[in-house]
């Protein structure tokens, strides 16, 4: 520091202009004409073209990793028969209700090891012979809180359901 320049005291609302320096000693007077005593290490220069040439280094935000289990979008199981097999007109109806049902538990099973919160079913509207296999198999099931993804359950096509 030196005569001429601006300074502000650490911790406490004074500044002003230095007008002379003894060893550690900075005197400086105030903007009311008030002259002040404080050791170098209690002031700080005030000094506009201080930050001048630092360069601003914009870093990305860091971004935070999600584990499954606690991801929003839920797990979507598509019981639709063509999206389970690769032949679907080769089964017959008892034998396709039967795959959908074991992939259903497969499927229930796989989330509770994994600790998903949240599945989604699709059934589809049909004549409802699906949809009551699978509300039938999510009534049996324990820990486990279901209910159909739209307002109007004659017209969803989804049920969604919430691990315990």
């Known amino acids: 520091m030196k005569i001429g320049d601006k300074v502000s005291v650490v911790d406490e609302d004074l500044s002003g202009v230095v007008t002379s320096v003894n060893g550690n000693i900075v005197v400086f007077k105030d903007e009311y004409g008030f002259t002040h005593q404080y050791p ?41 028969f063509h999206n389970l ?17 074991e992939r259903l538990l497969e499927t229930l099973n796989f989330c509770r090891k994994n600790h998903l919160k949240r599945l989604e079913i699709v059934h589809g509207i049909g004549d409802g012979v699906l949809q009551r296999m699978v509300l039938d198999v999510l009534e049996s099931q324990a820990g486990l809180d279901f209910y159909n993804k739209e307002i109007l359950h004659h017209q969803s096509g989804a049920v969604m359901i919430e691990f315990h």
């Open 40 to 80: 170098k290490e209690k002031l700080v220069p005030k000094s506009s073209d201080l930050y001048e040439n630092i360069k601003i280094v914009k870093k990305a935000e860091p971004k935070k990793n999600i584990s499954k289990k606690h991801q929003k979008n839920a797990l979507v199981l598509d019981l639709h």
């Open 85 to 101: 097999v690769k032949n679907p007109n080769d089964y017959d109806s008892f034998e396709r209700l039967f795959i959908q049902k």
